[in-house]
C-alpha cells in the first residue's frame, strides 16, 4: 500500500477508510508490515504466516535492504476489520479505532 507518487506512502494506512477497503476486499483481517516509509505490505491474518514470522521478515528486511533514515518500525501491526481497529501485533492495548 502506498500513495501514487510512492513517496513516504506508509502514512496510507492513516488514511480514512483504505484498511478497511484492502480488508473488505481480501476478506480478512491484515497484518501491515513496514517495508519503509515509502510504502507498507499488507498480508492476510492466518494466510501464509504467524506474527512472529512477520516480525522476523521485517527486522531482517529493514537491518540489509532499508536506508536507516527510511525504516518506520521493526514492529508489526494487525488491522481487524470488524472492529475497524489497528494494533500493534500482539499488543491489544495499544489498537487504534480508525
Do not use: W
Not at 5 to 27: E, H, Q, S, V
Not at 69 to 83: A, G, L
Amino acid at each position: 500500500m502506498t500513495n501514487r507518487k510512492g513517496l513516504n506512502g506508509f502514512a496510507t494506512i492513516l488514511y480514512p477508510g483504505a484498511l478497511k477497503g484492502a480488508a473488505d476486499m481480501i476478506g480478512k483481517d491484515l497484518y501491515v508490515m513496514p517495508s519503509s516509509v515509502h510504502e507498507a505490505v499488507l498480508v492476510p491474518a492466518g494466510r501464509f504466516m504467524e506474527a512472529s514470522e512477520l516480525f522476523g521478515m521485517v527486522r531482517e528486511v529493514n537491518a540489509s535492504c532499508v536506508a536507516e533514515e527510511e525504516v518506520v518500525s521493526d514492529s508489526v501491526y494487525f488491522y481487524d476489520r470488524k472492529e475497524q481497529k489497528l494494533c500493534m501485533a500482539g499488543e491489544e492495548g495499544l489498537c487504534v479505532r480508525l
